[in-house]
């Protein structure tokens, strides 16, 4: 079992810029598909963006598309997300998760439900 732990986020003004991270323990997830999403407030939890297992492949919520860049280390074992121009509707609880094993690692997976490892979280607020 791998523990995800998830660094980075805080409060921003709209227009800004936070970098989030996660560092995986436990095993490394070299060889796993990776993602980030969030839960706002009174809403379900939703897919921002995902990265398969060499980088080589990446997908995102229309909603990050052009603000938001995912990355990896595999060598240190960590994911990022570079969030830019924040609105205020990007307030929420950020998750970093690792998918299956058991699936294709060359694939990004947007849906929540591939993913077996999740961190605690963190928050992100944006004021406006």
């Known amino acids: 079992q791998v523990q995800l732990v998830e660094s980075g986020g805080g409060l921003v003004q709209a227009g800004g810029s936070l970098r989030l991270s996660c560092a995986a323990s436990?095993?490394?997830?070299?060889?796993?598909?990776m993602g980030w999403f969030r839960q706002a407030p009174g809403k379900e939890r939703e897919f921002v963006a995902a990265?398969?297992?060499?980088?080589?492949?990446?997908e995102y919520a229309d909603s990050a598309k052009g603000r938001f860049t995912i990355s990896r280390d595999n060598a240190k074992n960590t994911v990022s997300l570079q969030m830019d121009s924040l609105k205020p509707e990007d307030t929420a609880v950020y998750y970093c998760?690792?998918?299956?094993?058991?699936?294709?690692?060359?694939?990004?997976?947007?849906?929540?439900?591939?993913?077996?490892?999740w961190g605690q979280g963190t928050q992100v607020t944006v004021s406006s």
């Open positions: 998760a690792a998918a299956r094993l058991t699936l294709y690692r060359g694939g990004a997976y947007t849906n929540s439900v591939w993913y077996d490892s």
């Open positions: 436990g095993r490394t997830v070299s060889n796993s598909a």
């Open positions: 990265i398969n297992w060499s980088g080589g492949s990446t």
